[in-house]
Each structure stands twice: as structure tokens, then as C-alpha cells.
């Protein structure tokens, strides 16, 4: 923690505290103790655990991002309060922010696991109370080859941006804009960066258009390769797929090269998009195809709470299912 309590009820951040007093508990009322040290700036630590509240272990990359993030709205012109503990809510923000339309804003920076049904309920319970809520994410969050519901579950969406997250690094004192987030089946996930220091350089650009990468003729080389090769391994849905399809007559690897090409690459789905496509092709005659209903069962997402996720769904399968329809896919030879 970063702020304490005086018997008084004054607040009082750590880098201003005096040793020899006493601090409590904003929430708990509990005795806090005053810590520093080379390695972690000044905090308050409980001597006890917190009676109302579990409260996370705080590493120094947390401590440090908190401070720096204080500081660098507070020179893009944001006035607020570090750690304000708020009775209503019971949650404390790591930042809440004044806003000139009179509403507030609270920034959570977020470095140790948190489940999704947390961030729903935290993200919820401030726009219950008219408060809006940014997620900032520190360096355990990073992306690497693919997504997973860890960092899936953080994702905004803003037609600028596409897919996106914001991430601040306290060892560079930077943020990281990661944009226009796409995973492609059998390669790894693209994205597009912005670096910065500044907040207010940061938000200039987060009002610009952007655009989407396109899969180039190389990438889409080594996404048919990969899918060869995973088509070697004689297990799990993407075996399943070549064994339905082999009984119908049907080259499985033919029909996955050409369903590649009409694939939305959105970062939304948990499994890849030629399985569902696949399995819904397969279940379905081709005669009534026009026909068939959104088959959300059919469909495995990850669970994005700060998404309307049923609309890119539903978008992605009217426009697969508009794309077999018009180019004549259900009449290839490979079908």
C-alpha cells in the first residue's frame, strides 16, 4: 500500500510518512507498518492480514507503477487520489481521477493473476457508481506467441485500434499501446505497437485511424505448412475433423487451405477457426446452409468482459457464412 491513515483520518502517501508514527488501515482500521528498503520504495505493509479484504501481495514492479502512473497523469492535467478507498464499492483503485465532465475515472494496474469473474465484478461494480475504469497492464501480462484467457480477458475494442491493451513498464517508465491484434490459425498472434512515455502522446495517438495487417503471401506459406504438420498428430479435434471428413470423401487439407483464406483472424476465438468452421460445414446440408441460425454452442470464445463479445461472434459467422455463399465455396471440388 501507498497510503495510509492517521488516527486523525487524514491520508497520507508513504513517501511522506514519518517512521515514528502511527498509520492505519483506510478500510481495515488495522495497524499498518512503514517499509523501505533498497530494492522497494516506501509502503505500508499490514501486521496483520486485513480483516475485509485480501489484499495483494504487491510486488515492486506494482509499487513502482502505481507511483510513476500518479505522476504521469498528473502532468497530462488529471488531479486525484492515489489508493482512495471507496465505502460503496468496497475497492480501491489504484488511481481514481477527476474528470472535467465531473465524472471520475479509476486506473487499476494490474501485475499479479486476477480471474475473470474479478475483473467483471470490479469493472462492474465502478460503472455501477458512474465511474469508468481503465485496465493498465504490467510485464506479466505480455504477449508472446498466442493468446490465452490470462491477457484475452483485458481486451478493449475502438474502431482506431481494433483489438487492444495498454501496458506500462515502470523499468522504461513507458507505456506500451499494443493495436490491431489479430491471431491466425497455426501462427503466431500479430499485433502493432506504440511506445511512449508520455500519457498525453499516448492519447493522441489512441485518437488516430489505424490499419490492419494483412497475412502476406510468406506468412501464409508457413500457416499452410504448420497446418500440414498438425495434421500428422493422430489426436484432438483437428484429427477428429480430418476422420469426419475422410468418410464423406472429402481431402480435409484442401478444404482447411481455402477456409484459411476467408478467416477473420480475430484474437477473440479459444480454439482455431477452421475447427468450427469445419464442424459447421460438415453438420450442415449444403442446401439449407443459407438457412442455419447463429450456432453459438458451436463456437468457443474466450471469455472478454469488457467486450460486447456476442457482437463480433455473430459478425464473424454472418460474414463466413455470406463468404461460402457468395464465392460458390459448397460447389468446390474439394466439397
Known sequence: MLTAQLKTGEI???KNADVSMQYYCPICKQLLILKSGDLRIKHFAHLNNCSLKDHETETVEHLAG???????????????NLEQYLPLLRQRPDLLLDLTSGKKLAIEYQCAPLTVEALSQRTQGYLT??????????????????????????????????????YYFP???????????????FLKISYQQFITERLSVLQCFMRKSTVT?????????????????????????????????YEKGINFRLLGIKLFEIASNL?????????????????????????ISFPVDKIAVWQLPLIKNQFFIKQTFDQFRNQILQTNFLENSCY
Open 171 to 185: 523499468k522504461y517508465r513507458h507505456f506500451r499501446l499494443v493495436y490491431q491484434i489479430q491471431q491466425a490459425d
Open 129 to 166: 457508481h458512474g465511474i469508468q475504469c481503465w485496465w493498465i497492464l504490467g510485464e506479466n501480462y505480455w504477449l508472446k506467441r498466442k493468446i490465452t484467457q490470462k491477457i484475452a480477458q483485458f481486451m478493449r475494442w475502438h474502431p482506431n485500434l481494433g483489438f487492444y491493451l495498454v
Open 12 to 14: 497520507v502517501q508513504a
Open 66 to 80: 502505481k507511483t510513476h502512473l500518479q505522476q504521469k497523469f498528473k502532468l497530462a492535467g488529471y488531479n486525484g
Open 213 to 245: 495487417n494483412n497475412i502476406s503471401s510468406s506468412l501464409r506459406i508457413i500457416q499452410q505448412r504448420n497446418f500440414e504438420r498438425a495434421c500428422c498428430f493422430y489426436q484432438g479435434s483437428l484429427f477428429e475433423e480430418q476422420i469426419a471428413w
Open 267 to 291: 484474437p477473440i476465438f479459444a480454439e482455431k477457426q477452421l475447427i468450427w468452421q469445419s464442424r459447421i460445414l460438415r453438420m450442415q446440408d449444403r442446401r439449407l446452409f443459407s438457412e
